[in-house]
């Protein structure tokens, strides 16, 4: 006979709020990510393109420039640097992971 799993002693409600608490861990996690001065504009970028599921434009002139700055601590300078960086690589955003 095997041992009972963790998950199995656990009753719904709190494995709802364990895997709530889970998600919102994580969510503060990418959120500090991608404002963190730790990071490169371009770390920081792709972290907010993850957080959001939304790629940055190539349009150097898009309104959601100003978003992605202010939510990454960047200027809109360092934000449109980063767009020309992968113009110029040809590089497209990554692809949305799906968490």
């Not at 434009?57 to 767009?83: C, K, M, N, Y």
């Not at 020309?84 to 692809?95: N, S, T, V």
């Amino acid at each position: 006979m095997t041992a009972p799993r963790m998950g199995d002693l656990i009753n719904p409600a709190e494995r709802l709020a364990r895997e709530e608490h889970e998600r919102s861990e994580k969510r503060r996690q990418d959120l500090a990510e991608q404002c963190s001065n730790l990071n490169s504009p371009e770390v920081r970028i792709r972290t907010w393109e993850r957080v959001h599921q939304l790629r940055m434009p190539s349009d150097p002139a898009h309104p959601i420039l100003d978003v992605i700055a202010v939510g990454t601590r960047l200027t809109l300078e360092e934000v449109r640097e980063e767009q020309r960086a992968r113009a110029a690589w040809g590089l497209k955003p990554a692809p949305m992971s799906r968490s």
